[in-house]
Antibody
Framework: EVQLVESGGGLVQPGGSLRLSCAAS????????MHWVRQVPGKGLVWVSR????????DYADSVKGRFTISRDNAKNTLYLQMNSLRAEDSAVYYC??????????WGQGTLVTVSS | DIVMTQSPFSLPVTPGEPASISCRSS???????????FAWYLQKSGQSPQVLIY???NRASGVPDRFSGSVSGTDFTLKISRVEAEDVGVYYC?????????FGQGTKLEIK
């Protein structure tokens, strides 16, 4: 069974940092692109970042470029999102997703990030 | 960025009746490989999104065959042949052709 489990969310002050993790199981993690998508509760979905199978190609939304870094450890079957210089507008539920031809066929349950003083 | 425009915003439907949701992209989603990088998702209350349709019209694994997707240029349609109570939620379209991937604003389907 494919499972994606996010962790690492929480309350952080503006300007602070957090590292989100997404633990994958039930599939060959190293053969899939992976995505991060976020959603302010009650609002729509916003794509954040993606990474290729071996971590050599990464892409970001303009709103997070230069502040967020996506990475992966295929030996640990884990996807990461390092978030620095956090702003109030980064507050959201963050989901990781497994790529399916540009879409995501499996998603985690999400982890809530709240940026507030 | 590619803009995805969905309609309607809200869709009340009687169980057993058909339903249709539209999405328009601001530019073609056709890759030079011939594939259309477009998807439909359903997000039920309190849950993560689930993919219904990918590559324009391909039904994802486990999705009931009452869901179908069609493409005409930059116009995309999700059809539910007979709505069931479990289909309630917010439907999103998404383009996965160009970075940044972008979503429509969502269509809330509710039961009359």
């Amino acid at each position: 069974e494919v499972q994606l489990v996010e962790s690492g969310g929480g309350l952080v002050q503006p300007g602070g940092s957090l590292r989100l993790s997404c633990a994958a199981s039930g599939f060959t993690f190293s053969t899939y692109w992976m995505h991060w998508v976020r959603q302010v509760p009650g609002k729509g979905l916003v794509w954040v970042s993606r990474i290729n199978e071996d971590g050599t190609t990464t892409d970001y939304a303009d709103s997070v470029k230069g502040r967020f870094t996506i990475s992966r450890d295929n030996a640990k079957n884990t996807l990461y999102l390092q978030m620095n210089s956090l702003r109030a507008e980064d507050s959201a539920v963050y989901y990781c997703g497994r790529d399916l031809s540009g879409a995501s066929d499996f998603w985690g349950q999400g982890t809530l990030v709240t940026v507030s003083s | 960025d590619i803009v995805m425009t969905q309609s309607p915003f809200s869709l009340p439907v009687t169980p057993g009746e058909p339903a249709s949701i539209s999405c328009r992209s601001s530019q073609s989603l056709l890759h030079r490989n011939g594939k259309c990088f477009f998807a439909w998702y359903l997000q039920k209350s309190g849950q993560s999104p689930q993919v219904l349709i990918y590559l324009g019209f391909n039904r994802a694994s486990g999705v009931p065959d009452r869901f179908s997707g069609s493409v005409s240029g930059t116009d995309f349609t999700l059809k539910i042949s007979r709505v069931e109570a479990e289909d309630v939620g917010v439907y999103y379209c998404m383009q996965g052709l160009q970075i940044p991937y972008t979503f429509g604003q969502g269509t809330k389907l509710e039961i009359k």
